[in-house]
T-cell receptor, first 111, second 113 residues
């Protein structure tokens, strides 16, 4: 069975500094991987999706993620954090069409 | 506007009082599913439906029922709610199960006293 581990439950950065949210996955075959974002009291929004076309995936709002098969990682990055990035982020792996969610990482952005 | 809607958005109820949370999508999607979100656990799938009249259990189906009589609607039924079902519930849909990008509703926050 597929699984996802988000290595940090909380990340705090200053506005304008880089963001790194870490995700490791386990999969018995080539996975599809996603990052979703959930702003307070809102639903989930797809940030980006990896489906084996390219290892570096660009998403919305300046986020990107790199698929590293050798490290079984799919870390999410952004060069410069904005206050509006404060939210909870979920790394997700697809198990034959069923989404398996990580526990989430809450990103705090300090002014 | 393409969307998934859920009602109600907030609900407080008492143990044992049957309730239904509705979910509707206007994108002609075949695949629909229900998740619950609990702190530190991410989202866990309750039930899913591949198409009309086709439903199956997810990871945490105990205490829930679903039905899929029409393509656009996928209600979640709690026959006898208990406090451990206090949670945030999300409905999601996608074109098919193999089309993995799912579209999520806004969520229903349920408190069972």
């Amino acid at each position: 069975a597929q699984s996802v581990t988000q290595l940090d439950s909380h990340v705090s950065v200053s506005e304008g500094t880089p963001v790194l949210l870490r995700c490791n996955y386990s999969s018995s075959y080539s996975p599809s991987l996603f990052w979703y974002v959930q702003h307070p009291n809102k639903g989930l929004q797809l940030l980006l999706k990896y489906t084996s076309a390219a290892t570096l995936v660009k998403g919305i709002n300046g986020f990107e993620a790199e698929f590293k098969k050798s490290e079984t990682s799919f870390h999410l990055t952004k060069p410069s954090a904005h206050m509006s990035d404060a939210a909870e982020y979920f790394c997700v792996v697809s198990d034959r069409g069923k989404l398996v969610f990580g526990a989430g990482t809450i990103l705090r952005v300090k002014s | 506007e393409a969307q998934v809607t859920q009602n109600p958005r907030y609900l407080i109820t008492v143990t044992g009082k049957k309730l239904t949370v509705t979910c509707s999508q206007n994108m002609n999607h075949e695949y629909m599913s229900w998740y619950r979100q609990d702190p530190g656990l991410g989202l866990r799938q309750i039930y899913y439906s591949m198409n009309v009249e086709v439903t199956d259990k997810g990871d945490v189906p105990e205490g829930y029922k679903v039905s899929r009589k029409e393509k656009r609607n996928f209600p979640l039924i709690l026959e006898s709610p208990s406090p451990n079902q206090t949670s945030l519930y999300f409905c999601a849909s996608s074109l098919s199960r193999s089309q993995e990008t799912q579209y999520f509703g806004p969520g229903t926050r349920l408190l069972v006293l």
